[in-house]
């Protein structure tokens, strides 16, 4: 049984970098460029104390931004929390101090509520997407970049290491923190791969929410298959049936709500 896997978004760099990875709006990026921009992404964190198991919480809206970071973990082996967008400022302090997060990332979007819920957190640190600092929150494009050979990161992953922690949606009690590995995710592909196949030209439309699974999986997937990925920040029919029509999809995933 396979244990061991090369970084996903790394070897897809290196085998097809100019192939397109993800579209957002009119802007695309190549394997390549998703792979620097993860890098740098990476490099931010491990200035901010990251480092392999800690726990990165992101409340973030689908988009560029989100996709980076997600790569980006696989890089320093962090454990992704990605929150879910509805949920109070109270139940994001409650998930944020179940999982002990080292740090949540926010887009502006959402910064009012990563504010109010970190306000008696003092352990974890908020940080902002974007340029400007808002808030008094310190934008993460403004962190200084640690060189490669001041931290470690890993071109390897032993396929047992947690991935991500997902948030149950607590219906019956208090939600519970599911703990996906990267073998979870790698065999979840293997299994789609074989009931969809492969074709070198798919293109997904991702317009699940990157924080739920299905969302992040596709993500992984794109990686992992070499696929371009388009993510649209929202589900709208009139944008899936435009993005349908106007770019080569083979593919997208929903849910039933969405079909009716």
Known sequence: MLQESPNWLLQRGELTPTLTALVFGARRWTFHEMLLESDAVAQRLATLGI???NRVAML???GPDFVFLAHAMQAIHAVLVPLNLRLTPAEISWQLADVRAALLITDPANAANAIQATRDLPDVRLVV???EEL???TPLSRVLKAQPHTHQFFTRTDLSTIHSIIYTSGTTGKPKGVMLS????WWSAMSSALNLGIHRDDV???VLPLFHVGGLSMLMRG???GCTVVVHEAFDPQAVNH???GEPISMISVVSTMLQ
């Open 51 to 53: 480092s392999k198991g």
């Open 60 to 62: 973030m809206r689908n």
């Open 129 to 131: 997407t974007g340029d």
């Open 135 to 137: 808030s008094g929150i």
């Open 182 to 185: 990267y073998s979870n995710l």
């Open 204 to 206: 997904w439309l991702a």
């Open 223 to 225: 990686a992992i298959y």
């Open 243 to 245: 993005a349908i029509e």
